[in-house]
């Protein structure tokens, strides 16, 4: 039983099961709707996510997925602790709106900082809405600065690419060669990061697939992880999501755009969606000359004494820190 106020104690952390997915939509759901009302937007209705989203949570989390109960076994907080290797970041965590100002969002973040330390995360980071200068002033106070931001950008797709898309499904014998290589090229340019749980369980869940980009001498130049499952419930698959992205340098990253539009248009969807590190300059004013537009806007906060590695000039390096 976690230390708390009597009247306020929960049990935690417990690792969360398929059944726990609609109570975990419900406190999603609520807790971020009452954060939306509570920065003006009353109007905003937070939808449930996709259970196949909860589901990758999972597996990308492992035993980094947490959840608290109250003293009645209502699911009450959680938080989806990830590591990447080395990089440590947390997402999404909420408390149920009538468990908020107790102390509980401390404890379950102070847990997850716990888990990546024991394991020796070398970053340990989380986003936020820029807007909610609450929750950035909460996660200053536990030791997080506020960093770069995390812009989601979008196109639509009116014709195909010229570039045909090259998948890691599709590797045939050559997969478990792909993946060690995709580990080496991600050492390389971001030292200890590794994505091979994120690509391992998007292709197990069938929810996207891995783009993969080759040199002249036939070197992996570059990576993408994608996905095509609806965030919310019930919604129809209506974008290709760019989760994690990695190149050696512009040119491959390019390439990697292209074919994400020609994955896309295989796939009968019509936008592509990029969540965009804004540390990486060069990749943003590309995407805009591309013809992407800005859709939504994270900050990225880490830890003082865990930064985010600094990537070479002319690298990119995308990393979500949100599902």
């Not at 404890?107 to 989380?126: E, F």
């Not at 990061?193 to 036939?218: K, N, P, V, W």
């Not at 990225?300 to 000039?313: C, D, G, T």
Request: glycine share 10%.
């Amino acid at each position: 039983m976690a230390w708390l106020p009597e009247r306020q104690q929960v049990r935690g952390p417990e690792r969360p099961a398929l059944r726990d997915i609609e109570p975990l939509n419900r406190v999603f759901a609520d807790a971020f709707t009452d954060r939306y009302r509570r920065d003006g937007m009353s109007g905003v209705r937070v939808p449930h996510l996709n259970p196949a989203i909860w589901r990758y949570a999972f597996e990308d989390a492992g035993e980094g997925a947490m959840i608290w109960r109250d003293a009645d076994g209502a699911l009450c907080a959680f938080n989806m602790v990830h590591l990447s290797g080395r990089e440590g970041w947390m997402g999404p965590l909420a408390v149920r709106p009538d468990r908020q100002g107790s102390g509980l969002g401390k404890m379950i973040l102070q847990s997850g900082i716990a888990w990546l330390k024991a394991r020796r995360a070398r970053t340990i980071g989380l986003e936020t809405m820029p807007r909610t200068v609450e929750n950035i002033g909460f996660y200053s106070q536990l030791g997080f600065l506020p960093g770069h931001l995390t812009v989601t950008l979008t196109r639509d797709i009116v014709h195909r690419s010229g570039a045909a898309p090259h998948l890691l499904s599709a590797a045939g014998h050559a997969h478990a060669t792909l993946l060690e290589r995709s580990v080496a090229l991600t050492d390389t340019l971001a030292p200890g990061t590794d994505f091979t749980r994120e690509l391992q369980a998007t292709a197990d869940l069938r929810i996207g697939d891995t783009l993969l980009e080759r040199d002249a001498g036939g070197a992996l130049a570059g990576f993408a992880l994608f996905h095509t499952a609806p965030l919310a419930a019930g919604r129809p698959q209506e974008e290709l999501r760019i989760l994690k992205l990695v190149a050696r340098d512009l040119e491959s990253f390019e390439r990697l755009l292209g074919q994400a539009e020609a994955a896309a248009i295989g796939a009968d969807i019509r936008r592509v969606s990029v969540r965009c590190q804004t540390a990486g300059s060069a990749a943003y004013q590309h995407l805009v000359r591309r013809g992407f537009r800005t859709h939504w806007t994270d900050l990225r906060m880490a830890l003082a004494s865990h930064p985010e590695p600094v990537v070479p000039p002319g690298a990119v390096v995308w990393s979500n820190w949100e599902i």
